[in-house]
């Protein structure tokens, strides 16, 4: 089953910053959070992990809680073509090498 | 850019019928992965691979195999298809130890369809 809590929607002005949350209370300390998203009619493709501290690349940002129990997924400046589902994925580095998705968040990036 | 690649993006075949799904990755990555993905359902996990003729069931393995042979190449096989095993099916690829420094790689998907 997966570890996560994810709202099931989510809208966002384009152009805005979009905030994506995600709940992992059962987080354990060997456990990354990944964030992966799917476009429609494509398969899912890799954004950000993280562990404990805050990450940053060139697509989004991550934020995790000090107690690491959430974490912030965020597109600083979100496009139409951001409109996607969002998985947020917790999985332990060095143990079982799958992912278990759950059912994600759609983010829908309106004009 | 291609670096996984399924064989099929659409297929239309015959219930009773053997199906191969092909997945190929050119990155040599040793884990190979396939998942089917349903409305409502999410991503599910049929199979697995570590390494060449290396195999572990995932969460949904009945009515299907696979076969690793050549460690690009990781094959799914449905015995016999059936109309519940209509569903887009994607196959992914990773580096073991960190899930890759860039996690998994998906292939476009191959839509099954079983009438």
């Known amino acids: 089953d997966a570890k996560t809590t994810q709202p099931t929607s989510m809208d966002c002005a384009e ?14 300390g060997n456990e990354y959070v990944y964030w992966y998203r799917q476009i429609h009619s494509q398969g899912p493709q890799y954004i950000i992990h993280g562990l404990k ?38 999985r332990e580095q060095g143990g ?11 983010l829908t990036v309106n004009p | 850019d291609v670096k996984v ?8 075949k015959r ?20 998942y089917r993905q349903d409305p409502g359902l ?20 009945e009515g299907y195999s696979v076969s ?7 094959s799914l096989i449905l015995e016999s298809a059936s109309t519940n095993q209509t569903s887009m099916y994607l196959c992914a690829s990773s580096r073991p130890g960190t899930g890759g420094v860039y996690g998994y790689t998906f292939g476009s998907g191959t839509r099954l369809t079983v009438v």
């Not at chain 1, 152009?15 to 354990?28: D, Y």
């Not at chain 1, 991550?62 to 400046?77: A, F, G, M, V, Y």
Request: with cysteine; glycine share 6%.
């Open chain 2, 15 to 34: 219930t009773g019928e053997k199906v191969f799904l092909e997945c190929v990755q050119d990155m040599d990555h040793e884990n190979m992965f396939w």
């Open chain 1, 15 to 28: 152009g805005r910053a979009a905030n994506l949350p995600c709940n992992h209370s059962t987080i354990s």
């Open chain 2, 5 to 12: 690649t399924q064989s099929s993006r659409y297929l239309v």
């Open chain 1, 53 to 90: 501290n805050n990450e940053t690349n060139e697509m989004a940002s991550l934020i995790i809680t000090e107690d690491r129990k959430s974490s912030t997924l965020i597109l600083p400046h979100a496009t139409l073509r951001d409109t996607a589902v969002y998985y947020c994925i917790v």
């Open chain 2, 42 to 61: 999410g991503l599910r996990l049929i199979y697995f691979s570590y390494d060449v003729k290396m195999k572990e069931k995932g969460d949904i393995p």
């Open chain 1, 96 to 106: 079982s090498e799958k992912l278990v998705f759950g059912k994600g968040m759609k």
């Open chain 2, 68 to 74: 690793r042979e050549k460690k690009e190449r990781f």
